[in-house]
């Protein structure tokens, strides 16, 4: 059963701070892996969308990674401001049509 | 403007009374599931749809139903709630062409 792992659960940096988030999943076996933004009691915000057969995509501030044979996702946050704050979640994409969300990490960007 | 709408956005109920949230996008998405949202848990899939008249089991199915009698909606049935289904629920959708997600805003449930 596929296993999605997010660290740190919670993290705070001053604004202006590059970030890196990180993501690992145990079975490599994946169709895509997406990352998504969650407001305080708000619904999810698709992020990025990297397939299984790519390295990396990038919008904006930012970038996120995927190496699927360790079973690892990054997402890098560039010049972090205070609008960053949210939680981010990341999912992969499995067979049968299963999106296994990781816990999240509860970015706080402090001015 | 696309988009994945789900109502009520809160409610409150007692155990035992059936209730159904309702889930409606307009982006002519073929897939379609719903999610619960629990603290320490995170977000977890209760069914997914993967067209008209099929569904299928996700994580946690037990305590829900659910129907796809159109291509649009997706409701969530709890034919008999209880204080465990209290926790936020999100609907989403997708295209068979493409594997990102939209969310719905979410649906906060509280059963006493």
């Known amino acids: 059963k596929q296993e999605v792992t997010q660290i740190p659960a919670a993290l705070s940096v001053p604004e202006g701070e590059n970030l890196v988030l990180n993501c690992s999943f145990t079975?490599?076996?994946?169709?895509?892996l997406q990352w998504f933004r969650q407001d305080p009691g708000k619904g999810l915000t698709s992020l990025l969308l990297?397939?299984?057969?790519?390295r990396e995509q990038t919008s904006g501030r930012l970038n996120a990674s995927l190496d699927k044979s360790s079973g690892r996702s990054t997402l890098y946050i560039a010049a972090s401001q205070p609008g960053d704050s949210a939680t981010y979640l990341c999912?992969?994409?499995?067979?049968?049509?299963?999106?296994?969300f990781g816990g999240g990490t509860r970015l706080m960007v402090k001015p | 403007e696309a988009q994945v709408t789900q109502n009520p956005r809160y409610l409150i109920t007692v155990t035992g009374k059936k209730l159904t949230v309702t889930c409606s996008q307009n982006?002519?998405?073929?897939?379609m599931s719903w999610y619960r949202q629990d603290p320490g848990l995170g977000l977890r899939q209760i069914y997914y749809?993967?067209?008209?008249?099929?569904?299928d089991k996700g994580d946690v199915p037990e305590g829900y139903k659910v129907s796809r009698k159109e291509k649009r909606n997706f409701p969530l049935i709890l034919e008999s709630p209880s204080p465990n289904q209290t926790s936020l629920y999100f609907c989403?959708?997708?295209?068979?062409?493409?594997?990102?997600?939209?969310f719905g805003p979410g649906t906060r449930l509280t059963v006493l």
């Open positions: 989403a959708s997708r295209t068979s062409g493409s594997n990102e997600q939209f």
């Open positions: 079975d490599s076996a994946i169709y895509n």
């Open positions: 982006m002519n998405h073929e897939y």
């Open positions: 999912a992969v994409s499995s067979a049968g049509n299963m999106l296994t």
């Open positions: 990297i397939q299984s057969s790519q």
């Open positions: 749809s993967m067209n008209v008249e099929v569904t």
